[in-house]
């Protein structure tokens, strides 16, 4: 998908769409244009490329399995806000003379999750950075702003390296939550090898602030009001509580909340509970929580609470369109962590598709609060075995596939006098669909010697479980 300019002023929007598979770009933002790309789902080998003056606008969106999930570059100009970035090789790209801002993301199990490159003007803040090799990679002249100040503070934790500078100046991390307060482990996150240093705190506190336990409107007191509008807001009349919008009078602390969804899986006819975790529910008070879904695929059956919620008013509403709502109000602040929500759905679309969930959260007093989108595997009923792309190929191709039960996995590669010339052995693989570069089976070319195979007509097997299935491939040189 390529998005230019059909004015100066032209804006596109690239909405609800499943973007998959390509070998390239998914989504290549050109020439001036304002652009919003809006909660899709982006698997590709680079999913969005911003440059050429651009503006854009990337928002609850999900990037999976990726080389670059996005790059910017040029002059582009670019906000990237409520994104889901994981399971990748780059995150997040910043080239040249572009200007990112890079807030409120959750970026994940990466090998770099954001990458600065030359003197482009990148701040990133309020998101959180988790199971990453490196963080934040600083190269070349670039100077980001990583948490500059406290309410703009990161979470950045289980990373092996936090922050890497590789360039000969001060980078400006102070304010950031690092998942330890030891100084000197502190220290072994951060990475100089560009003659630079980096500036940093190692401890981020909460600020106090005031709110009234179930004060949901924000006028002060407890009353039938703030009961009407938690029903208001399962029912979707509105989207935001009153007192999300002005202070609470009160005692209470605000802090900072993330939910989230894990990755989940099943297949067509199972009922699948779907839970909403968060971080730590402590000193939460009221709030309501969206989870936006695709009807073709899921089914709502029931949206529960967890024990934390014993005391509380909640309602939910599993009646909206392509949407679960679920709102509450606690008498005392709520306290532990894990499963907060459950929400039962029936598996109805077809096998092997990938499909969003989008989680949106409104916590009233809160500090600020992260929600994290994720998505649902429909695990296939049988396993397939794929056309390989690209075919013909020279010399390198991708073998795709469908497995329907874990197991142990092979590929065999024949040639038309049905001599075996390589087998891939990929050992014990999770049920699941694999057909993007980063999961399906790459050949070389090459036969067990590492010798190149000449051109002609071969054929590959896959081999999982009792399962076998056969077919054929061409290298054109």
């Known amino acids: ?74 002059n582009s100009i670019s906000v990237l806000r409520y994104n889901t970035i994981q399971e990748g090789t780059w995150g997040v790209s910043c080239y040249n003379e572009s200007t990112v801002t890079i807030d409120e993301n959750l970026i994940s199990d990466n090998d770099v999750a954001i990458e600065c490159y030359s003197p482009n003007s990148t701040v990133i803040s309020r998101n959180i950075l988790r199971g990453n090799g490196v963080a ?43 998942g330890t307060t030891n100084p000197s482990e502190i220290g072994q996150l951060m990475e100089n090898i560009g003659g630079g240093s980096i500036d940093y705190i190692p401890f981020v506190s909460n600020l106090d602030t005031e709110q009234i336990i179930g004060d949901t409107s924000g006028n002060g007191a407890i009353t039938a009001y703030d009961a009407a509008l938690i029903l208001q807001y399962v029912v979707g009349i509105i989207n935001k509580f009153p007192s999300s919008l002005t202070p609470s009078p009160g005692d209470g602390v605000p802090r900072r909340y993330s939910l989230s969804i894990p990755k989940v899986t099943a297949k067509v006819g199972e009922i699948v509970r779907v839970p909403i975790l968060i971080e730590d529910a402590t000193g939460l008070l009221a709030g309501g929580i969206s989870l936006r879904y695709d009807e073709t695929v899921l089914r709502p059956l029931r949206a529960l609470p967890t024990e934390q919620f014993n005391g509380t008013y909640w309602k939910s509403n599993i009646a909206l369109e392509n949407e679960v709502r679920f709102a509450f109000a606690a008498i005392e602040p709520m306290a532990g962590s894990g499963e907060f929500i459950t929400v039962e759905f029936e598996v109805v679309g077809t096998e092997g598709i990938t499909s969003p969930l989008f989680l949106s959260v409104d916590l009233p007093g809160s500090l600020s609060v992260t929600s994290h989108h994720s998505f649902i595997i429909v695990l296939p009923r049988q396993s397939r075995l794929l056309q390989n792309y690209p075919n013909p190929f020279n010399p390198e191709t991708w073998i795709p596939y469908w497995l329907s039960q874990d197991t142990l996995v092979a590929i065999q590669i024949y040639n038309t006098k049905g001599k075996l010339i390589r087998t891939l052995h990929l050992g014990n693989q999770n049920a699941g669909i694999y057909t993007t570069k980063d999961k399906a089976v790459y050949w070389d070319g090459r036969d067990s010697l590492s010798e190149k195979v000449a051109s002609g007509v071969y054929f590959y097997t896959l081999l999982a479980g009792e399962f076998r299935a056969t077919r054929k491939m061409v290298i054109l040189k």
């Open 136 to 178: 934040v990679g600083c190269g070349l002249l670039s100077n980001p702003l990583i948490g500059g100040k406290l309410t703009d503070a990161n979470t950045i934790k289980n990373s092996g390296v936090a922050i890497r500078n590789s360039t000969s100046n001060v980078i400006n991390a102070k304010f950031n939550y690092w």
């Open 1 to 74: 998908m390529q998005l230019r300019k059909a004015s100066d002023t032209s804006t596109i929007i690239a909405q609800n769409n499943i973007i998959r598979f390509n070998l390239e770009r998914g989504v290549i933002c050109l020439n001036s244009t304002n652009i919003t790309i809006d909660s899709n789902l982006l698997e590709n080998f680079e999913c969005v490329a911003c440059s050429d003056n651009s503006y854009t606008q990337i928002i609850n969106n999900i990037f999976l399995g990726h080389v670059h999930a996005i790059s910017f570059s040029g």
